[in-house]
């Protein structure tokens, strides 16, 4: 895999406009790009067939987090969508990754297509070991044992892989095996500030530690060059 394709570009801006113009410039620098809810609570579905027409891979990031039926439902309309990543919060438990998983596969083998690849959210990237044990009153785990476990089920429910923090890398790598996929955000170049995450690590560090694909957003959205960012990132990467 190409270092470029690496890369998934969270379009975090809150019109239309202004994220096909990153589409546009970014094409050629990233492999996808990622719709979370600010993007897709503006513009609703249909810029995911914009972004499509403009050359691009999108990672619906909607973290659906509710009943089985609910969110297997919700997992077959970004299949329909053709939307190349799509993800669930661990968190919901066997029977809703199952149901999900399942619903996406039928879904994509009705269509004659590939099923999008599902993602099960472990631990966010600001919640911290203080958060875990005060806001969620977890006492009993550590953050990298809890991601684990989740990483486990999800992978035993037919998940594709994870998104987790650059630190949990190796230990999930070790549990789950090669092919599990996994998608890390919390990315920073060395050059770039840390902003609101916690657990974070480089480009570079995050790639030798054997992460798929890394989510990065401000240090490229927000440059004054989104593309010669995006290209300093790839050096990077590429050593």
């Known amino acids: 895999m190409q270092s470029k394709e690496r890369i998934i570009l969270a379009l975090d801006v809150d019109g239309e406009r202004e994220a096909l113009e990153l589409v546009e410039k970014l094409t050629d620098y990233v492999g996808a790009f990622k719709v979370g809810m600010q993007l897709f609570n503006s513009c609703g579905p249909?810029?995911?067939?914009?972004?499509?027409?403009l050359g691009g891979r999108v990672f619906v990031d909607l973290k659906f987090h509710d009943i089985p039926n609910t969110v297997a439902a919700a997992g077959k309309v970004?299949?329909?969508?053709?939307?190349?990543?799509?993800?669930?919060?661990?968190?919901?438990?066997?029977e809703m990754l199952r149901a999900v998983a399942q619903g996406?596969?039928?879904?994509?083998?009705?269509?004659?297509?590939?099923?999008?690849?599902?993602?099960?959210?472990?631990v966010l990237t600001s919640i911290g070991q203080r958060e875990l044990e005060e806001d969620m009153c977890i006492a009993d785990l550590k953050v990298q044992d809890l991601v684990v476990k989740w990483a486990e089920m999800a992978k035993d429910c037919?998940?594709?892989g994870v998104v987790c923090?650059?630190?949990?890398?190796?230990?999930?790598?070790?549990?789950?095996?090669?092919?599990?996929?996994?998608?890390?955000?919390?990315?920073?170049?060395?050059?770039s500030e840390s902003n609101d995450q916690k657990r974070i690590t480089?480009?570079?560090?995050?790639?030798?530690?054997?992460?798929?694909?890394?989510?990065?957003?401000?240090?490229?959205?927000?440059?004054?060059?989104?593309?010669?960012?995006?290209?300093?990132?790839?050096?990077?990467?590429?050593?």
């Open 78 to 94: 970004l299949t329909r969508l053709g939307c190349y990543m799509f993800n669930v919060h661990a968190a919901g438990g066997r």
């Open 165 to 191: 923090s650059p630190h949990e890398i190796a230990a999930i790598r070790q549990a789950c095996g090669p092919d599990f996929k996994i998608v890390t955000p919390g990315i920073r170049p060395a050059w």
């Open 46 to 53: 249909d810029i995911v067939a914009k972004i499509h027409a």
């Open 158 to 160: 037919g998940i594709s």
């Open 104 to 122: 996406a596969a039928r879904e994509a083998a009705q269509k004659g297509n590939d099923p999008p690849l599902i993602l099960a959210v472990t």
């Open 202 to 239: 480089t480009p570079r560090q995050a790639l030798d530690g054997g992460a798929d694909f890394m989510v990065i957003g401000r240090p490229i959205t927000q440059a004054f060059d989104p593309v010669e960012a995006a290209r300093k990132i790839i050096a990077e990467m590429e050593g």
